[in-house]
């Protein structure tokens, strides 16, 4: 049941899927390498991590644009159309919550890292370089929901799409 | 305005001296003040998620009170804690004590101040040993692309780079797995580590006590939450800490011999190294001195030498 | 009211208002830190939904669900149902058998049900329409024999319950899944044959067999992929994370060069749709390290445990309430919402009564795939009634049989331990006592 959705530029959407491209490039040359010459690249363990980092919050921000979280939906189907708006602001008022908390203090960790000079554990890089993507993809799921639920105001819904866990 | 209950973070739970240090200065602490202050330990660094190289940050921004940590987790944020990872620095105990109790010592309190956190006092992880699932390890040499675990900071890197390994930096949450699936050939802790983590069930059948360095463990309190205490209790707090310190150390140090033998007795190989063989690797590794002093710091590490040179022994 | 309640009244009003399942996590835990620990604790918004993710073996979770995708897409669904037929052949049933059989071969390349009930819902839907089964018994037994992906090796769930409980080695753990997983779906197939018979469903007569051979060979590439990522793990060979890699590049060299039917374009998709599933996925394991954080530092979940060991010293009553505390939570919540906030509450009981911790695991994931089935929240029913186009309440009657028949073969895992640990024993991996 592929899911044709309507193939927009999404730059997190796309980081997204970069980040999973080159999660299987550097784990499947990992093995490739150690099998060919009994040698690996160990040290790219923190890469293929923060790979996985920029996939979890691009991806979420990707699927909160369309609205395919996990979640209950018998109650929309049960209201009349004017309570239902209310429950999506509702809705949304609470992952926008939870999400500008993430933002802010994420950006304060970010900035502590940074100001405090912290480094990475395994390659020794300026840590903020990877903490500062959690604020920035938090505040792109925070638009894109802000956009589905202008979307869904006005009365338009995507396609549905099923996902697993 | 105290808090009902301070968090205390540490890695390693009460099984270990490690956790054990932190019992000791909950307890005495509670003790001492009558009840005033209580504290409650979170080990296996649950309130970084696992990540023990981040405990220090959250306790700097206060998501954590109080913490028992090592000096190799708190290194990314204080480089000067790298100082006890250089290889070979500290041939024996008196060494060890040498640093912590000299200048050295205060100069590494100073730091961990400077960085935004109270340090109180030292304990002790003890000197770290390498074991693998692989073969007996006698020269360097026989380290060449064994893909060994090791933790917070590129020190560590360079080291086992230098030595021809394959390091693989991992938190203590994923490396017992890794070791069992044998993603990970080899690691490197202390023996008391070793025997209570079972670390012989996961295939570690070759150890070698190589005493390449030791990570002093660090007492320390929160900034936000150590200027709330009285002078008073923040001597007491203190005081605490430096009793359970000692306390740990000395109880640590007098179980050695009983560990070793408990380990060989589960069929551990276990390999002690020639005074020859132990130079073979002070040797291999010298250039981790070249690029890593600058980093910690010239002073530094030339008064953390001259006290190890002029330690009573 | 005491911020325990607070937290979790919270989380389970926003729940059923409807907000993803991730964020209303991070609204309870945000209202229990908010109400119960000072504002600076706050900051655990950043750095632990961080640090939650930033884990290298949930490496494996995004490389197992783009395996899963790639091998729907290749279609080898297809190939795998006309062999199933070829072998079962036509009778009362043939195709129940053949549909429960496809899922647990499925069911051993990808992590989870979801692509699998979709996969297998598009091939045998029209077909066993055509044999004379009503669409909601199809789409019922789909969804159900498609549940037991979580518990046939690789599995998700299993790979997180790994990383949560410490000391269990994963290779045990899928070595462990995988006879209950068979047990499961055998399960199904005794109400799923005795209602074909008695309503005479699927007429030997009209319906064809296709031959042996021809869909042998072209099954082949399809067979070998469960085959690859077991052997692989148990070989030593490979590392989980590892073995996921490698069955990502099985699937497309299959996909593209022998099945034909992936292109370069097509493969930038799937890795986008891949890549939006696991961030859905991924984003509940942050927040729900958020909620299972401030559970901790609250103490809430050591209140639960402790009110729940009071409530017997019997080790089998706390089970069963173990169980149908999962089961109840499988109604409304995702496998990984379950096994992270439920796991701290029970793992206290597994450690006071000294059950061993793989096979825990095991019952935990049964049943938390009968919870992929059961209504309102039933991923793999959502899937397949969308492909059958028929509405999901249309289901309940059926679902509720299958059901039962997967509870039985959980009492029976329950029950004989070995079951599940026999495997991993013979095969020389640490289980530790029974
Ligand atoms: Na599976
Ligand atoms: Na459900």
Redesign the interface.
């Known amino acids: 049941m592929p899911s044709r959705r309507p193939r927009k530029f999404q730059p997190e959407s796309w980081l997204a899927t970069l980040a999973l491209a080159a999660i299987c490039v550097i784990s499947l040359g990992n093995v490739i390498v150690r099998y060919a010459t009994d040698a690996s690249f160990a040290f790219t363990e923190e890469f293929s991590v923060f790979c996985l980092v920029l996939l979890t919050f691009g991806g979420a921000a990707a699927a909160a644009r369309h609205n395919q979280h996990i979640r209950i939906e018998l109650i929309e189907h049960r209201l009349p159309p004017t309570l239902c708006k209310l429950i999506y602001v509702l809705q949304w008022a609470a992952g926008v919550t939870v999400l500008g908390v993430m933002v802010w203090y994420g950006s304060t960790f970010a900035w502590q890292e940074y100001q405090w000079e912290s480094l990475s554990p395994g390659l020794g890089l300026p840590n903020w370089i990877y903490v500062i993507w959690l604020p920035l993809l938090s505040l792109a799921i925070l638009i894109r929901l802000t956009q589905n639920l202008v979307d869904r105001l006005r009365g338009k819904s995507g396609p549905e799409v099923i996902h697993e866990s | 305005q105290y808090k009902d209950e301070y968090t205390v973070s540490t890695v390693l739970p009460s099984a270990f001296p490690w956790g054990q240090a932190a019992d000791k200065w909950v307890e005495l602490v509670k003790e001492r003040s009558d009840g005033r202050i209580n504290m409650k330990i979170y080990s296996n660094s649950q309130l970084v998620a696992g990540d023990q190289t981040k405990e220090f940050s959250a306790m700097r921004s206060g998501l954590i009170d109080m913490a028992v940590g090592s000096t190799i987790n708190w290194s990314p944020q204080v480089p000067e804690l790298n100082l006890f990872s250089l290889p070979f620095l500290m041939p024996d105990y008196a060494a060890l004590d040498a640093i912590t109790q000299g200048d050295a010592g205060k100069a590494i309190f100073a730091a961990i101040e400077k960085r935004g956190v109270t340090p109180l006092a030292w304990g002790e992880n003890g000197f770290r040993e390498l074991s693998n699932s692989k073969r007996t390890i006698q020269e360097p040499s026989d380290l060449d692309g064994l893909k060994i675990r090791v933790v917070g900071s590129p020190l560590f890197q360079d080291t086992f780079t230098t030595l021809g390994a394959n390091p693989t930096q991992m938190s203590w949450a994923d490396a017992k797995p890794a070791l069992t699936t044998g993603a990970v050939d080899g690691q490197e802790n202390p023996l008391s580590v070793f025997d209570v983590a079972r670390i012989d069930q996961v295939g570690q059948t070759h150890l070698t006590l190589w005493h390449y360095m030791a990570d002093p463990l660090v007492f320390a309190v929160s900034n936000q939450v150590w200027s709330q205490f009285s002078p008073e209790d923040q001597a007491l707090l203190k005081q605490a800490a430096i009793d359970a310190g000692q306390w740990e150390i000395n109880k640590s140090r007098a179980e050695l011999d009983d560990t070793l033998a408990a380990i060989k007795e589960r069929g551990v190989e276990v390999t002690e190294l020639t005074q020859a063989q132990h130079d073979a690797f002070v040797k291999a590794t010298q250039s981790v001195y070249e690029k890593w002093t600058p980093r910690i710091g010239e002073d530094l590490v030339k008064q953390a030498q001259k006290a190890v040179t002029n330690r009573d022994q | 009211m005491s911020p325990d309640w607070l937290m979790i009244g919270t989380f389970l009003f926003?729940?059923?208002?409807?907000?993803?399942?991730?964020?209303?996590l991070?609204?309870g835990g945000?209202a229990g830190i908010v109400a119960g620990l000072?504002p600076?604790?706050?900051?655990?918004?950043?750095?632990?939904?961080?640090?939650?993710?930033?884990?290298?073996?949930?490496?494996a979770i995004?490389?197992f669900?783009?395996t899963?995708l790639i091998f729907e897409?290749a279609g080898v669904a297809a190939s795998l149902v006309r062999f199933a037929q070829a072998i079962i052949g036509p009778r009362h049933g043939g195709l129940t058998v053949v549909a429960v059989l496809v899922c647990l071969i499925m069911g051993g390349m990808s992590?989870?049900?979801?692509?699998d009930a979709?996969a297998v819902a598009?091939v045998m839907l029209p077909s066993m329409q055509r044999a004379g089964y009503p669409k909601p018994f199809s789409a019922s037994l789909i969804a159900a024999s498609s549940s037991t992906a979580i518990l046939i090796p690789p599995s998700?769930a299993l790979i997180l319950y790994?990383?949560v409980v410490?000391?269990?080695?994963?290779?045990a753990l899928f070595a462990a899944g995988l006879f209950p997983g068979i047990l499961a779906g055998l399960s199904l197939l005794i109400p799923a044959l005795f209602f074909a018979r008695k309503y005479r469903w699927e007429d030997p007569a009209v319906v064809d067999r296709p031959s042996f051979w021809p869909s042998f060979r072209e099954a082949i590439p399809a067979l070998f992929a469960p085959v690859i990522i077991l052997g692989g793990l148990r070989s030593?060979l490979?590392?989980?994370?590892?073995a996921?890699?490698?069955a990502?590049?099985y699937g497309l060299v299959v996909g593209c060069l022998v099945y034909r039917n992936l292109s370069l374009r097509d493969l930038?998709h799937l890795?986008?749709?891949?890549?939006?599933?696991?961030?859905?996925?991924?984003?509940?394991?942050?927040?729900a390290?958020i909620f299972a954080?401030a559970g901790?530092?609250l103490g809430t979940f050591g209140h639960l445990a402790d009110a729940l060991l009071a409530l017997s010293d019997n080790g089998w009553v706390l089970l069963g309430l173990v169980m149908i505390l999962v089961l109840v939570a499988g109604m409304?919540l995702?496998?990984?919402?379950i096994y992270l906030i439920l796991i701290p509450i029970v793992l206290p009981m597994m450690n006071h009564f000294g059950w061993n911790p793989i096979w825990f695991g095991i019952l935990l994931a049964m049943n938390i795939a009968i919870g992929q089935f059961t209504p309102?929240?039933a991923?793999n029913l959502?899937?397949t009634t969308?492909?059958a186009n028929i509405r999901l309440e249309h289901t309940i009657g059926w679902s509720l049989v299958f059901i039962a028949a997967m509870l039985v073969s959980l009492l029976l895992v329950m029950l004989f331990p070995g079951i599940a640990l026999w495997l991993p024993e013979s095969l020389g991996y640490?289980v530790g006592a029974r």
Request: glycine share 10%.
């Open positions: 926003a729940l059923l208002i409807g907000v993803p399942v991730a964020m209303a991070g609204f945000l000072p600076a604790m706050l900051g655990t918004f950043g750095t632990n939904t961080y640090n939650s993710v930033a884990k290298y073996p949930l490496i995004p490389l669900i783009l899963g897409r992590g989870s049900g979801p692509a979709a598009m998700i790994s990383i410490p000391g269990v080695d994963l290779r030593g490979f590392t989980p994370t590892e996921a890699v490698v990502v590049a930038w890795m986008n749709e891949a890549a939006l599933t696991s961030g859905v996925v991924m984003f509940i394991i942050a927040l390290g954080w901790t530092t409304l995702d496998a990984i919402s309102p929240v991923v959502m899937v969308r492909v640490v």
